[in-house]
């Protein structure tokens, strides 16, 4: 058993120092195995690149205008203003679905009945409030649409609110992506040019922010006066994409 134990330990002492010459020829130019696996790893594997930011932006017309209105009424009774403001709230609504509103486009968002108050806090009577938004989608029409839902409260309408916004926004984004893209490849074109280097492959492309437009809304009065055909002019909003390409150093 011992002559096997002290071969056992022969064996082990002379791997070890072949490792050792191994690592230390005589040569001290010559990398090491851990050198050259280092060496590997930060050029071989990983290599040289050049990361860009690239940006596109693009333009898209609104066509869809969000509206706020509704009916507030007042009465010395509570039962007598609620009534009367069911009765035209009714109205109103009929009248945005007569001229092509969807139901589905017709939301009610708020519903209220509160008590007013004089100078010395007595109540004097009773309020309440029908709101709804509606989702107007031909433009064109969209003042006349409104006017038409105003005249059915008369003095009771309250006309709150109207806001912008683009319906799909899909084309508009695939077509700043595409963009975002392209100047991120003219940069490192651009980049390597100067550096003297070839642009090799893209390696990654990261979207790093896509900014779509919220609804831009306007406050236009509170009161029937308001309501009055209105001109609509949506305008243009901006819609952008952000993208980050990581591209090799060709050789």
Known sequence: MRARHVKAIAVVATIGAAAALTGCGGDSSKPTARADLAAATSTGATGPTIDVAGHGEVEGTPDVMTVTMGVQTADPSAQAALARNNERATALISALKAHGVAKDDIRTVDLNVSPTFDDHFHVTGYSASNTVTAKLR??????????????????????????????????????????????????????????????????????????????????????????????????????????????????
């Open 138 to 251: 031909d433009l064109a029409r969209a003042g006349s649409v409104i006017d038409a839902a105003a005249l059915t409260a008369g003095e009771d309408v309250r006309l709150q609110e109207v806001s912008f916004s683009i319906d799909n926004t899909s084309a508009l984004v695939a077509k700043a992506r595409a963009d975002a893209v392209k100047d991120a490849i003219a940069q490192a074109k651009q980049l390597a040019s100067a550096a003297g280097v070839t642009l090799g492959p893209i390696r990654t492309i990261d979207d790093t922010g896509t900014n779509v437009p919220s609804p831009v809304s306007f406050g236009i009065g509170n009161s029937a006066s308001s309501a009055a055909a209105v001109p609509v002019e949506p305008g243009s909003q901006q819609l952008s994409v952000d993208v980050t390409v990581v591209f090799d150093i060709g050789g």
